[in-house]
């Protein structure tokens, strides 16, 4: 998309009131998220994401923007930020070959909220060859701790796909969290303190061919026995998913 705008909505959540505003234009709601709503195709493509009061736009087409703009500001009272820079926890860095997405105010701020601003680097999210299970170790006086950071830590994978599988090995263990799979947590905190800005690409120019590439780690699981898989989905070099 060449255009990428935030806006914000003054002192208004997201509604039905607006979900009929924006239907009312032509947007159709996704039944997948009903947070998205597109219109049009081709190079009169739109997409916009509500979440809260804040909105995100894109498009290849300007006039089209600044006409749903336009639309919005009438219907509602909204405040245009231009170019999107930062849209929950996402920080987007603009240029002429493409656009740069990372979320490094997130990983500071969970960085400091666990009190490891001074610790030291890990070089890999996971030893090598680690395989957590549920019985060793003893268990976390209080798991709601280790929740919270392997939620967050979730979230990070938005935009870091290195530390995809250690949160997910975490994941298995959110009902009763041993001290292991803390000390694994934190050893992913530790190796993102040594690369916070690390970034996804997206390039101006796109092929818009979509590729996928899986594998699979045969019976691995220490616990069920099961396979655990692992997949790239690229639209034209940039990772999707």
Same mark, same amino acid.
């Given at each position: ?40 195709s081709g ?22 923007i600044i ?43 969970? @960085? ?7 610790? &030291?680097?890990?070089?890999? +999210?996971?030893?090598?060859? *680690? !395989? =957590? ?55 992913? @905190? ?7 800005? &690390?970034?996804?690409f997206y +390039?101006?120019?796109?092929? *818009? !061919? =979509? ?31």
């Amino acid at each position: 998309m060449k255009s990428l705008y935030g806006l914000k909505q003054a002192g208004r959540q997201w509604n039905k009131e607006l979900t009929a505003k924006l239907q009312s234009f032509g947007f159709h709601q996704s039944a997948f998220d009903h947070c998205l709503f597109t219109i049009g195709s081709g190079n009169d493509f739109l997409a916009l994401l509500v979440y809260a009061d804040d909105l995100l736009i894109t498009g290849a087409n300007e006039e089209r923007i600044i006409a749903v703009k336009q639309f919005m500001d009438k219907q509602f009272t909204i405040k245009d930020l231009g170019y999107v820079k930062y849209f929950m926890g996402l920080e987007f860095a603009r240029s002429e070959k493409g656009m740069f997405l990372n979320q490094r105010k997130c990983i500071l701020d969970i @960085l400091q909220d666990a009190g490891l601003q001074n610790a &030291k680097i890990a070089t890999y +999210p996971l030893p090598k060859g *680690l !395989k =957590l299970g549920n019985e060793v170790g003893e268990l976390l006086q209080n798991p709601d701790k280790y929740r919270w950071l392997v939620g967050r830590l979730l979230y990070l994978g938005l935009t870091r796909p290195d530390i995809s599988y250690a949160t997910q090995q975490q994941c298995q263990f959110m009902q009763a969290p041993r001290r292991t799979h803390w000390d694994a947590a934190i050893l992913v @905190l530790k190796y993102l303190k040594g690369c916070p800005s &690390k970034s996804l690409f997206y +390039p101006s120019n796109n092929d *818009l !061919k =979509l590729r996928a590439f899986c594998d699979a780690d045969w019976i691995s699981c220490p616990i069920s026995r099961k396979s655990i898989t692992g997949f790239y989905i690229f639209l034209g070099p940039s990772l999707i998913s």
